[in-house]
């Protein structure tokens, strides 16, 4: 069993022991597993109630419970692999890669969008309902897509323009700098994930700051909206990590040269794993109204509305209200 690195255009193996490494795939397919229970729980919560249709809030937070999802199954997927098959077709290796990449560069760019609608329904509320409308959420969603689209898929035409034909029907330990190994994408890769770390935190620190302040102004109750802005700061920072994952990882590998295996497993699950698993607590557990008819299909019942059919009007001024929660509950 083994995981990899890239260092100096080759791959270096650090095995595991067959205890070592069973604990490891046993502990991510878990947590992966137990996450995506509560994604889709999520999901069918949103799908189930169409009061969340037309919360801009709800179909942002319902991108990025899918995109999510979609990042992490791949992700360990490919963890799995590694220990398993270890070495897997080019093409088969570049499908899992670009689509990780795509999801892992859309989780910020669907937190900024987050943070701005929360930073206008706090700080505009009268202005939320012109400025954050549905149709011009699902075109930032479009455009999350597109840019991620933009950012990713040179690097699988520059490839194919570069390297031989036999180089795609080889086989190879699935990494991002494996199956796409020219150094002019990896130069390119380093300063778009500059740009968008110094662009996505400068507009995060903003619009959290803003609503801080706000928040502090508007609410009695400033310490627990304190709290929930600064766990959606905690969310964010730890998303942003993989545009630094390899300045990371190179120094730990040189400080802990004897636990190569264990500093890799570390950085995968605190870059890779953590971000994603916060994410259903932080958006959709902690959401009054999310919750409340969440709570019921994470135990297997039936909806709130099995029961007992429950005003209209109640649920709209639910749905309505929810935009200001992050700052009021």
């Known amino acids: 069993m083994s995981s990899a690195v890239l260092g100096n255009a080759s791959v270096a193996e650090y095995r595991d022991s ?13 947590i992966g597993l137990s996450v995506n229970y509560i994604n889709i729980c999520l999901m069918y919560t949103f799908c189930k ?11 942002l937070f319902f991108h990025l419970v899918v995109n999510d999802m979609i990042q992490m199954s791949v992700s360990i997927i490919l963890f799995v692999v590694s220990y398993t098959l270890y070495r897997i077709s080019v093409s088969v290796c570049a499908a899992f890669i670009l689509i990780a990449v795509i999801t892992s560069e859309n ?23 012109r400025v954050c409308t549905v149709r011009r959420t699902l075109l930032f969603i479009a455009g999350i897509w597109t ?20 180089f795609f029907s080889g086989k190879i330990f699935c990494l991002r700098e494996t199956a796409f190994p020219s150094p002019e994408l ?12 110094v662009l996505i935190l400068s507009v995060i620190f903003f619009l959290y700051f803003k609503i801080l302040f706000t928040a502090r102004m508007a609410s009695k109750d400033a310490k627990k ?11 964010v920072l730890l998303c942003m990590t993989m545009y630094g994952e390899a300045l990371v990882k190179m120094p730990l590998l ?18 890779r794993i953590l971000p994603r698993a916060i994410s259903p607590v932080i958006y959709g557990v902690r959401d009054k109204c999310f919750r409340k008819y969440l709570k019921h299909y994470l135990v297997c019942k039936n909806g709130p509305n099995s029961r007992s059919k429950r005003p209209f009007r109640r649920n ?5 209200g929810s935009a200001f929660s992050d700052a009021r509950t």
């Open 254 to 271: 040189r400080w802990f040269p004897k636990n190569n295996s264990d500093t890799l497993f570390a950085c995968y699950i605190v870059m």
């Open 49 to 59: 109630h169409q009061i969340f249709y037309w919360n801009p809030r709800y179909i």
């Open 147 to 166: 840019g991620s689209f933009i950012s990713t898929f040179p690097d699988l035409f520059v490839t194919l323009a570069t390297e031989p034909a036999e």
């Open 225 to 235: 909206a304190r709290n929930t802005i600064v766990l959606h700061g905690v969310q």
């Open 18 to 30: 067959f205890s070592k490494a069973l604990i490891k795939n046993v502990l991510v397919v878990a």
């Open 107 to 129: 989780t910020p760019l669907n937190l900024a969008c987050m943070a701005a609608e929360c930073y206008v329904a706090v700080c505009l509320p009268l202005q939320h309902a």
């Open 186 to 197: 990896a130069r390119k890769r380093d300063f778009i994930y500059i740009v968008y770390l």
């Open 316 to 320: 709209v001024v639910c749905a309505v």
